[in-house]
């Protein structure tokens, strides 16, 4: 414990410095921030920004039954997202060192976050019987997407 001397002053805090899990879960908690925007298309999965603001961009996403990206990375950005209600499963594609192909499934329920950063190939689905929000959270770069294939011997190959 420590004393805090009554001159001190308090700084705003700097969106930017937050960690992007932080960001994806307090947006995932304010639903009167988002839930305006939300909808479902029976065709794709449906994204709307929510916030493009200090070098970061929230993005809302919904995911019928089945809806899934394709393997990608986005380029350059680090951020991550958080799963409001529903389940997805993020399939990783890397290489090992040594150069082995790795894939990687992670199941997500609600509250539970995913972290990416520059080449970090995934993609993401809802193989589940209900529909899926989550919160995107991009920096460095926004929503941008490089497709790639998997390759069971040297791992994801950009396309």
């Known amino acids: 414990m420590f004393a805090v001397p009554d001159n001190t002053l308090l700084r705003p805090e700097n969106p930017a410095l937050r960690h992007p899990v932080r960001v994806a879960v307090d947006v995932a908690a304010d639903r009167e921030r988002w839930g305006s925007l939300l909808r479902y298309d029976p065709d794709d999965r449906f994204s709307a920004l929510v916030e493009r603001a200090d070098g970061q ?9 089945g809806q899934h990206t394709d ?6 950005a680090t951020g991550a997202f958080t799963v409001v209600s529903g389940r997805l499963t993020e399939t990783v594609a890397r290489r090992a060192p040594g150069g082995r192909a790795v894939t990687e499934v992670h199941g997500l ?3 539970q976050s995913r972290v990416f950063g520059p080449g970090y ?8 019987p209900d529909p899926a ?3 995107h959270v991009y920096r ?6 490089r497709s790639y294939q998997a390759n069971p011997v040297d791992g994801p190959v950009r396309v």
């Open 109 to 111: 329920s609600a509250g």
């Open 57 to 65: 961009e929230i993005w809302l996403l919904s995911w019928l039954p």
């Open 71 to 76: 393997l990608h990375d986005h380029a350059f």
């Open 133 to 135: 929000i989550s919160v």
């Open 121 to 128: 190939v995934h993609e993401v689905r809802n193989d589940g």
């Open 140 to 145: 460095e770069g926004g929503r941008r997407m």
